[in-house]
């Protein structure tokens, strides 16, 4: 005999209720979760974005150090002025494929780690590029002096600055990781090293 179930209104809107919420965290989720086939970019660690072509030789040396220390990165170029919706786009797709750290570098009116700031919760490297008119102090400035809310741990200029956004990517990182935590200070310890090197050969020099 077939049976016949009754529910009330109440119920069914519940039991729909139920259902869109389990749709909505399965979306999420998903979302949350590293996708295959994102351009060759998935899964990196860092992303680097160079607010204009000319700045890869000033910046290059922040890859160097984070492929040193066997940290994956992604690195391109985008403008907060001139690109804005591909900006936004490639923070917003990185985040979701598991991006721990943005390094923006940028200069003129360098508005673009504030712009990746303003985009997202995980923490933003602003490295200033120097240029001719200002010899970089509209960088400097542009990327350091942010609202309350939306910080940019800004580094120094150009090459340095890109070495330094890269040891300090590799320390944040290292937090939850102790193995990246070993190899850094392995390689400070090279550094000391180096300098006591140097020191005792400049002093034999002119014994």
């Avoid at 943005?102 to 990746?116: N, P, Q, S, T």
């Amino acid at each position: 005999m077939k049976q016949e179930w009754t529910l009330s209104s109440s119920t069914v809107s519940k039991k729909v209720k139920q259902v869109r919420q389990t749709e909505y965290i399965s979306v999420s989720l998903d979302y949350l979760r590293p996708r295959a086939g994102f351009k060759g970019y998935d899964m990196a660690q860092v992303v680097i974005l160079m607010g204009s072509q000319s700045d890869e030789d000033k910046v290059s040396p922040c890859v160097e150090v984070l492929k040193s220390l066997g940290i994956s990165c992604f690195i391109t170029v985008s403008s907060a002025h001139r690109t804005p919706e591909r900006t936004e786009r490639l923070v917003s797709e990185h985040e979701a494929a598991g991006a721990q750290v943005f390094i923006c570098a940028a200069g003129m009116a360098a508005h673009l780690a504030g712009a990746v700031a303003a985009r997202t919760t995980r923490p933003v490297i602003g490295i200033p590029v120097s240029s001719v008119a200002l010899g970089g102090m509209d960088a400097l400035l542009a990327t350091v002096q942010m609202p309350p809310g939306f910080p940019v741990a800004t580094v120094a200029l150009d090459k340095a600055g890109a070495r330094n956004a890269a040891w300090l990517a590799a320390q944040i990182l290292a937090l939850a990781d102790p193995a990246l935590a070993d190899r850094i200070n392995a390689a400070r310890t090279k550094m000391r090293a180096d300098v006591e090197k140097a020191g005792e050969e400049i002093s034999r020099k002119y014994a």
